[in-house]
């Protein structure tokens, strides 16, 4: 059967070059559902990208999307840039209740603006606030968004060098195992810190994700989260949690710092707090960091109403008990099963990975890439990550069932057999 090729052309000819995934799946969508999104012949694709992680209840969630429509057709506030209203209310009091009382944590509240580089902006200034110190500690491989600040914290040398200007007040320092155990955890960290001759100035804070999504699916372990979380209090540098892709039970537990037992001083949430994929995020603090001027920091979007209704939708469906944390952690040995049987027929694949964030290193990057594209003609999405594209990244919805999920494996073990 002789299949068309998608008219694309009005994308290629108005549409920047910047454009990026349009390039690896060269179809043109037009609905979705559940755990696939349709192009517009019909074909179905199952979905393990997940909106980068911003879509952990899937496409179209029917309870968040009843939740919406009737939010939207009674006329409720859509734009209410900081203003105090029902849908804010009803969120607060619901992440609260879900989020945040079950853990015993009492963080503040900040809305930033839509984005989750508005968030460690966000943080991050509020760090040097609380300190009157400059410099922000991140680690190799990082990524914590494209604006000029995030960018100084995120370590992929190609983002850097398109923001065109120096990327000054950041530190990088080896991320969990970085190093392959051949030094002791945080021996240099800590020996700048403590050497005056350094050249390293006191930072104000440092910032870390639990599991690095975009630096390959790189896992730090729990044990490392503690030591670097009693590094800063020794120190006195504030701790950032960058949950943005990883938190919302994409690692199991509502936050990804949970397993490890660590209370962060500052926390930033954003892609799947929405739960409809609709622009939202925040930044969490401790009460006595919270130190900021009225207005000092706004923006014209930090108020999404419709995404407060879907996200307090999303909090009483999914975390008033602990099924999906529960599910999520079944479909992870699903899938580390998988996945230990792909690598074991392929010397130049290893694999690691926690909760529904999943990655297939490849010795030679260019497999990663001929993966995901043989992948993408048998109906499956999935991108690469890593400084090098060299790792195959799986993100599906934590709403996938285990058939979907299933199914999804199977197409992966055929096309990483297939590229050779």
Not at 66 to 91: P, Q
Not at 93 to 122: C, I, K, Q, W
Not at 125 to 134: F, Y
Not at 163 to 177: E, I, K, N, S, T
Request: charged letters at 20%.
């Amino acid at each position: 059967m002789t299949i068309t090729a998608p008219d694309l052309s009005v994308f290629e000819e108005r549409e920047s070059n910047v454009r990026s995934y349009c390039r690896d799946w060269p179809a043109v969508f037009d609905r979705a559902q559940g755990s696939h999104l349709y192009d517009e012949r019909g074909r179905p694709y199952l979905d393990f990208f997940a909106g980068a992680g911003a879509l952990n209840y899937g496409h179209n969630n029917p309870v968040l999307k009843r939740a919406l429509l009737d939010y939207l057709e009674r006329d409720g506030i859509t734009h209410g840039l900081d203003m105090a209203s029902a849908a804010k209310r009803s969120f607060l009091e619901a992440f609260e209740h879900y989020a945040l009382r079950p853990r015993d944590l009492s963080y503040t509240v900040m809305f930033p603006g839509p984005t989750g580089t508005n968030a460690v902006e966000a943080a991050l200034k509020l760090a040097r606030k609380v300190t009157g110190r400059e410099t922000i500690v991140s680690f190799t491989n990082a990524f914590h968004g494209m604006s000029l600040g995030a960018l100084a914290v995120t370590g992929n040398a190609f983002k850097r060098a398109g923001a065109g200007v120096p990327l000054v007040h950041g530190a990088p320092m080896p991320f969990d195992r970085y190093l392959d155990g051949q030094v002791p955890d945080f021996l240099w960290f800590e020996r700048l810190l403590e050497d005056k001759g350094s050249g390293l100035n006191k930072p104000a804070a440092v910032i870390v994700e639990t599991v690095q999504g975009e630096g390959g699916i790189n896992v730090a372990r729990a044990q490392w989260l503690r030591q670097l979380a009693a590094l800063c209090k020794r120190h006195g540098m504030l701790l950032i949690i960058d949950d943005i892709q990883m938190g919302c039970g994409r690692t199991g537990a509502f936050f990804s710092f949970e397993e490890a037992g660590v209370v962060p001083d500052i926390v930033t949430l954003s892609k799947s707090i929405s739960g409809y994929g609709l622009p939202m995020s925040l930044t969490l603090f401790k009460p006595e960091l919270d130190m900021w001027e009225v207005g000092e920091h706004n923006g014209t979007f930090r108020g999404n109403n419709p995404a407060f209704v879907t996200a307090t939708a999303a909090l009483a469906t999914y975390w008033k008990d602990d099924q999906t944390q529960k599910q999520t952690q079944a479909h992870a040995e699903q899938v580390e099963r998988s996945l230990q049987t792909i690598c074991a027929e392929r010397a130049d694949a290893s694999y690691r990975g926690r909760g529904l964030a999943w990655g297939i290193e490849f010795t030679n990057p260019e497999q990663a890439s001929a993966v995901c594209a043989r992948a993408f003609e048998h109906g499956l999405l999935l991108e690469t990550s890593g400084a090098l594209s060299e790792v195959v990244k799986l993100l599906p919805p934590l709403s996938i069932s285990s058939g979907e999920l299933e199914e999804g494996l199977s197409i992966l073990a055929r096309v990483v057999a297939e590229t050779r």
